[in-house]
């Protein structure tokens, strides 16, 4: 999970070449999926800001998802959690599907295109949304180059409060941890990955993160990348513009700024269609 106790700097890492024209498409471990052809993000979803040699990176090779096999595991670290059963091995035909990822928030929708390449990520993320997860969840952490050096929002710890001032933010999950999948090229401003310490990878969970800027472009890719913010972006900014708590007790601030944002963020559901 993005921890940030546990993690001095978040390194977070979205693959610019995540997105494919899908026809149907947290915070601990990595997710893997890949499907038929490179993903790529839509034209209209690159900022012109980006630079030519990121626009350009290679994708991560391609996988057939129908084929693919999930390896969920138990969480035996000892982290929080909320534990809804476990995922199917083989990814349903409704995850398999799925195109789009909508967030459901107090603030509106924010919706998500999914790549085919991470089966497995947007399997668990179709499970658990099914389990009703992450109803009236918050998003805990705003990261940005100011305290971190890069720029992001995370969410999906079933358990945190969100206030700053919560120990347990940023260490709870579904009880299941996965593999990363569609590894490669730098992130940017848009991308949603999945959340996990930088020195674990292959453990994913239910947290994930939306990059805010190009500037998480910098950073190693080591998270799985398995989707683009396509509709919504403007909350995401309104969210980030209205900056993080700092409070002399907020003890998530220790390793550099890990804030919970002032402007709080609930997610009313997820709906993956």
Known sequence: MFDSKRLAVLGLGLILALVTACSGSDATAPVAAESGAPSSLPPSAVPSAVPSEIQEAS???PVNPAKATCD?????????E?????PPKKPTKAALNA????????????VIELTQNTPCTVNSFAFLAGKKYFDNTVCHRLVTAETNGVDMLQCGDPQAKGDGKN???GTGGPGYLFPDENLGPQYVRGVVFMAQGGDAANSNGSQFAISTA????QLPAAYTPFGVVV???EIVDKIVAGGVQTTQSDILSDDGGSNAPKIPVKIKTIVLA
Do not use: C, L, Q, W
């Open 231 to 233: 509709k919504g972006m």
């Open 72 to 80: 969920y595991r138990k969480d035996d670290t000892g982290s929080p």
């Open 167 to 169: 120990p347990t933010d």
């Open 99 to 110: 195109k789009t990822m909508t967030m459901r928030t107090n603030h509106g929708d924010i």
């Open 82 to 86: 909320r534990f809804v059963g476990f």
């Open 59 to 61: 994708p991560a090779p």
């Open 214 to 217: 190009n500037e998480t472009a």
